[in-house]
């Protein structure tokens, strides 16, 4: 079975402070993957995706990068935060050949 | 690009109710999913496509048509309250930009 894993669970940071989020994916080979933010009470935004190793395109870039070093990995990150950066980040997979989205259990991320 | 509109926006039940949410999109698929998310949860899927079995709650069901779908939740429990999104797959032309609506907040009073 597959499973997805997203690190850290939460997180409290500085404005101005670098971040990086994780994304694993267990039992599936050569997933599509996503990342997705969510503000507090609001709807998801796709940010990123992905379809091969080393292979992302950005969807909306909110001042984020994101790379996938490995097939099973996918990075959120920043250099510097702002305090719009808030919100609920979502990892999801799909098939290679579907788009049936499987999100992970999410980072909550607060910046002060 | 592709519009999702979803409705009602908020929806208040007693436990046992049904309910029905809607979600309208401005180019016709079959390839509608629906999720429901707890509070700052995790989302669940509910259904897919077409042919393929649904997963997590037994007590809902979805029609797709054209462009349109429903989510119906039967015998509601104070645990089905959250949010719940459709998504739509991507517009054809390459971009892989899944579009989500802005979901109905369901709260189910015992």
């Known amino acids: 079975a597959q499973t997805i894993h997203q690190w850290p669970v939460a997180e409290i940071k500085a404005v101005g402070s670098p971040l990086s989020l994780g994304c694993t994916i267990k039992g599936k080979s050569s997933p599509n993957l996503y990342w997705y933010w969510q503000a507090t009470g609001g709807t998801l935004q796709q940010l990123f995706y992905?379809?091969?190793?080393?292979?992302v395109e950005s969807v909306v870039q909110l001042n984020l990068s994101a790379s996938r070093p490995k097939d099973d990995q996918f990075i959120l990150s920043t250099e510097k935060l702002l305090l719009s950066h808030s919100g609920f980040y979502l990892c999801?997979?799909?098939?290679?050949?579907?788009?049936?989205?499987?999100f992970g259990p999410g980072t909550r991320l607060t910046v002060l | 690009g592709q519009q999702v509109q979803q409705s009602p926006a908020s929806l208040v039940l007693q436990e046992g109710e049904n309910a029905e949410l809607q979600c309208s999109f401005s180019i016709s698929t079959n390839q509608v999913q629906w999720f429901y998310q707890r509070p700052g949860g995790r989302l669940i899927g509910l259904s897919y496509?077409?042919g393929m079995k649904p997963t997590g709650k037994q007590t809902s069901s979805t029609v797709t048509k054209g462009r349109h779908s429903s989510l119906t939740i039967s015998s509601s429990q104070t645990t089905d309250s959250g949010t719940y999104f459709c998504?739509?797959?991507?517009?054809?032309?390459?971009?892989?930009?899944?579009?989500f609506g802005e979901g109905t907040k369901l709260t189910v009073s015992s």
């Open positions: 999801a997979w799909s098939p290679p050949t579907g788009y049936e989205q499987y």
């Open positions: 992905s379809i091969t190793v080393g292979q």
């Open positions: 998504v739509l797959p991507p517009n054809q032309g390459g971009s892989a930009k899944l579009i």
């Open positions: 496509i077409p």
